[in-house]
């Protein structure tokens, strides 16, 4: 409201751009902080599997939208890499209002709750490794070969690092428990990691920050971490970059195209999931009434769709005008499926009463 849309009051500066992008990089960190290795494990095979389909099927269909609205695009051209991102756009999963629905209704530990968790958290991670494989294809001046390599190099390397970095934390944790020092040398891991990605491997920051989080998310300490990120986070650099995609967000050039565009947008972002995400979910011996449940599961989308957008426009994979469909498909999602779930959760409890 405040921005250069409606009223004009706020323009934006070179200031809140860089303070929007320490706030994207510290919502990355705690999402790879509120990764729950240990139930990945659990639920891994069929998760996996689940979270490829929920990534592949809307990547696709995304893609096809924009080609059907603007045209097929050649291999390599601007255009067929602007498709394929609004597919990327899609991938992501934010389950953060599914699992709530489902914390109310006490389904979040039954095997269905446990594979939707599971295979959004893979979700997440596959779908930041196709923003980072967009973003290198797209840069005129690499290769295939190179982007393959340094991407495969930088995972690599921070898994080694990982490593080292993971036993040096846990040692710290069990001497300094709950002290300032460790939410203080966790900030430096992410800020270094999300430097390096970019700096020396061309790959996005917010993936490097993913990463942190991720190496951190065993330690003992792992939640009292994420309670001091979400001071500065989710108190000041959160909210300013959430703000920042409201100054972005253009309505000048708003035409009767991009809303129906929009409305397309919304329509195949909820119906590759439920589809993608349900039927593997059906092939891997699930029940249909519980592969539809995995698969509404799945279609939330929050945060993390809107840094992948902002993250688009930085790189010139995507314009402002669009992020008014990336919005509304936030809205739609996160009004309709606890929704939807409560209404299937609500079929079963009727057919075991009637049986």
């Known amino acids: 409201m405040i921005g250069p849309s409606i009223l004009g009051l706020v323009q934006q500066s070179d200031f809140l751009v860089e303070m929007a992008e320490v706030g994207v990089v510290l919502l990355m960190f705690s999402a790879g902080l509120e990764t729950d290795l240990k139930e990945l494990m659990k639920t891994g095979p069929i998760a996996l599997l689940i979270a490829c389909a929920g990534v592949f099927v809307p990547l696709i269909g995304g893609t096809l939208l924009y ?33 709530q629905s489902l914390k109310e209704m006490g389904k979040l530990k039954g095997k269905v709750g446990t594979t939707i968790l599971s295979a959004a958290i893979i979700d997440d991670v ?35 690092v990982g490593m080292v970095v993971y036993r040096i934390f ?34 996005a920051d917010i993936t490097g920050a993913y990463v942190a989080g991720v190496v951190l998310c065993s330690i003992q300490d792992s939640s009292y971490i994420d309670q001091k990120m979400e001071i500065s986070s989710y ?25 129906l565009f929009s409305v397309g947008f919304v329509i195949i972002a909820l119906i590759t999931k439920i589809i993608g995400c349900g039927l593997m979910a059906k092939i891997c011996k699930f029940s249909f009434p519980d592969s539809l449940k995995i698969g509404v599961g799945m279609m939330t989308r929050g945060e993390v769709a809107l840094i992948v957008a902002q993250k688009g426009l930085s790189v ?25 779930l409560k209404v299937l959760y609500a079929k079963d409890k009727a057919a075991e009463i009637a049986a």
């Open 67 to 99: 080609m059907g609205f603007y045209g097929a695009a050649p291999w390599g051209s601007e255009k067929f890499y602007m498709a394929v991102f609004i597919g990327v756009i899609m991938t992501a999963t934010s389950v953060s209002i599914t699992v």
């Open 170 to 203: 846990k040692k710290l944790d069990e001497r300094y428990p709950h002290t300032q020092r460790i939410p203080i040398l966790s900030l430096a891991l992410c800020f270094f990691f999300a430097y390096a990605a970019e700096r020396y491997f061309g790959i």
């Open 126 to 160: 596959i779908g930041i490794i196709v923003l980072t494989f967009v973003i290198g294809f797209k840069n005129p001046d690499s290769n295939p070969t190179s982007v393959v390599f340094s991407t495969l190099l930088f995972f690599l390397l921070a898994f080694a």
């Open 235 to 259: 108190m000041i650099f959160g909210p300013i970059f959430f703000a920042s995609i409201g100054f972005k967000t253009s309505i000048d050039h708003f035409t009767g195209s991009i809303l």
């Open 316 to 340: 010139g994979l995507l314009t402002s005008e669009y992020f008014t469909a990336v919005i509304l498909l936030i809205i739609v999602s996160s009004v309709f499926t606890p929704i939807l």
